[in-house]
């Protein structure tokens, strides 16, 4: 009789923590983008598949396999999430302003309300830096960044765990933004300069040289067969180059492919009957003219005017409504 009391108290503590040790995880969305929202792991892997119902609640119990940041999606933006199991959390979002608004309450808000005010606050910096050009106005903004950061991080109550993963974040995030800074500036300096140069193969044959081209704008699009967001940009780069097309402009793709995917470069631009000159570079990411660019990350779009000088070393993509408002202007 004691043994089977004991196992009991023991099935009885297990069932207990096992509800204990779940996610309580529930929400409402004005405005909703859907009927399902998601939350992905930092693979983009689905953890968990809510339903949302007519009046834009949502309201689950789940357990995570690891404790730590996740991704809350609702069909068409992202939001960061701290989940450890045992949370109690419910969320609160207008889709139509998206980040502006995502609050939570009840166990682990501290944590995910520190990460959607981080998400406000990234907005703020980007758009402050938008308008700086010297190191000066740089290193003072990017000063009152951390400030703010190390300040917030002392909040009562924060995660331990969740407080040491931060201080590396934004360690990583601050170091990102001084090399993407440093890159403006050098692209800055080579506005109005002459455009380093090239003389690659061309898909139809022999090579070709920016020389070769003066005499006409220049717009080059720096791309690779394996880039996601490249490909994503041939359709709007058709667009653009049949709009055009008898105009005083020449348009450039520059793939950075390996040799390996030489013939997958080759072929890509047949299957989709990829316009404009296409080129090749001689030593993928480390040719002189795309290291000259300092380009680190594609696609990398450049206008170089008729003389050969660069008009812009960081220009507008072909998806951006921008681009065409620069080429009319130019081209009239």
Known sequence: MKNIFYLLVVLITSICSYGQNKISFEGTIAHKNGDVVFIKNNQGAIVKELKVDSDGKFKDNFEIKKEGFYMFFDGKEYT????????????????????????????????NNFLAEKIRNQITFEEKLASIDTKDAFTTLLDAKKANEDKALQAKGLDADFIKTMKGKFLNENLEVLDMFNDKLKEKELIGKPSPTFDFENHKGGTTSLESLKGKYVYIDVWATWCGPCRAEIPYLQKIEEKYHDKNIAFVSISVDEKKDYEKWKKMITDKNMGGIQLIADKNWMSDFVRAYGINSIPRFILIDPAGNVVNANAARPSEKALSELLDTLLK
């Open 80 to 111: 960061e999430l701290y989940l450890k199991n045992g949370y109690d959390l419910k969320m609160k979002l207008d889709a139509e302003d998206f980040d502006e608004t995502v609050t939570y309450k009840g166990k682990g808000e501290k944590e």
